[in-house]
């Protein structure tokens, strides 16, 4: 297995695939690994190329394999999908692997340290907390709207309907409903408190970093999302462009055409969908707030797009302005408005 220069690994809970070549290209090995057999295969290997779909436990195996001084390669599952002949199983897909990374043109997924990791891990815990929540406000307006209490809606409304279920003295909830009700409004207290404690963890990680406190300068940008992209943009430097950066989020038209006509049509929403909702969520509040009637470019968007056109548009000049301020690792400098000189 000396003459091994690149391997691809197809990841499973237990069983990995291997396919491995030479440098002339010809299979060298192809065989399955358990799990607890995976590293000292590694281990005995010369530093190769290894190849990996960009899925779950990849970052780590990643670091791992790196440690043993390998150069390791996560690749999109979806750009690995179109080198699978024929067949589609894991010895296929390990062999896909092999080929796709020696593709020079085949795009990669930088290798998140264990730290970053973490960070994200941190915001989809909280991103999961929030989905509760907004199932248990919806099951509790649902089930006393069906006695005739309504109130606005918006969590921050949720209080008046659990003070009605601490209240013996309203009738309207009927006894056999009331103990029910009260259960999911004490665990909505509950997840309230642990969502909030997530968030004081994530803004303690943020102020540690640097590149948080270049973020958190740009207008529209809070702490959660300052913080996001730090630990799931590992490596802004693999983006050629902040328009590129914007791209891959999905903040821009999705193209579609032939014979040389290209249609644009809604944005791609492709890429990492937490990251598009809370530049959207940053760009709403931005036009919500004074600067969009005092910078002339939102003046001017807002004159001939819809609020919600012009908020993803927004968006998409945030991701490009983040993508900058994490190479150059600078805080937000806003453009200097040319004041027209008076007439003498």
Not at 171 to 178: E, G, H, V, Y
Not at 229 to 236: D, E, N
Request: aromatic fraction near 4%; charged fraction near 25%; hydrophobic fraction near 50%.
């Amino acid at each position: 297995m000396k003459d091994v220069s690149i391997i691809g690994v197809d990841i499973a809970k237990k069983v990995f695939q291997v396919h491995g070549v030479n440098e002339a290209g010809e299979a060298t090995v192809r065989r399955a690994l358990r799990r607890a057999q995976v590293l000292s295969f590694f281990a005995k290997l010369r530093p190769c190329l290894v190849g990996l779909e960009a899925c779950g436990t990849a970052h780590y195996w990643a670091r791992e394999l790196e440690a043993l001084g390998h150069r390791v390669r996560l690749m999109p599952p979806a750009y690995v999908k179109a080198y699978v002949r024929r067949n589609k199983n894991d010895a296929a897909d390990a062999a896909a692997i092999c080929e796709a990374v020696s593709r020079p043109a085949m795009r990669f997924v930088a290798v998140k340290t264990a730290e970053q990791q973490a960070a994200a891990g941190l915001h989809r815990a909280r991103s999961l907390l929030i989905k509760q929540r907004t199932m248990l406000i919806n099951a509790v307006r649902g089930q006393m709207a069906e006695f005739g209490i309504v109130v606005p809606a918006g969590p921050q409304h949720v209080g008046k309907l659990t003070a009605l279920l601490a209240d013996p003295d309203e009738l309207r909830i009927p006894a056999l409903l009331r103990a029910a009700l009260t259960t999911l409004a004490e665990t909505l207290t509950d997840l309230k408190g642990r969502i909030a404690a997530i968030e004081r963890q994530i803004l303690e990680w943020g102020r540690d970093n640097a590149t948080y406190r270049h973020l958190i300068t740009i207008p529209g940008v809070g702490p959660i999302l300052a913080s996001a992209l730090p630990a799931m943009v590992p490596a802004p430097e693999i983006f050629r462009s902040g328009r590129d950066f914007a791209a891959s989020l999905g903040l821009v038209p999705r193209q579609d055409g032939t014979g040389g006509k290209v249609r644009l049509g809604p944005i791609s929403k492709r890429g990492n969908g937490y990251l598009r909702r809370l530049l959207v969520n940053g760009a709403m509040a931005v036009l919500n707030g004074k600067r969009a009637r005092q910078d002339p470019w939102l003046v001017k968007l807002l004159a001939t797009k819809k609020r919600k056109v012009a908020a993803v548009a927004l968006a998409n000049k945030m991701a490009r302005i983040a993508w900058a301020v994490m190479i150059r690792q600078e805080d937000f400098r806003p453009a200097l408005q040319v004041v027209p000189a008076k007439a003498a």
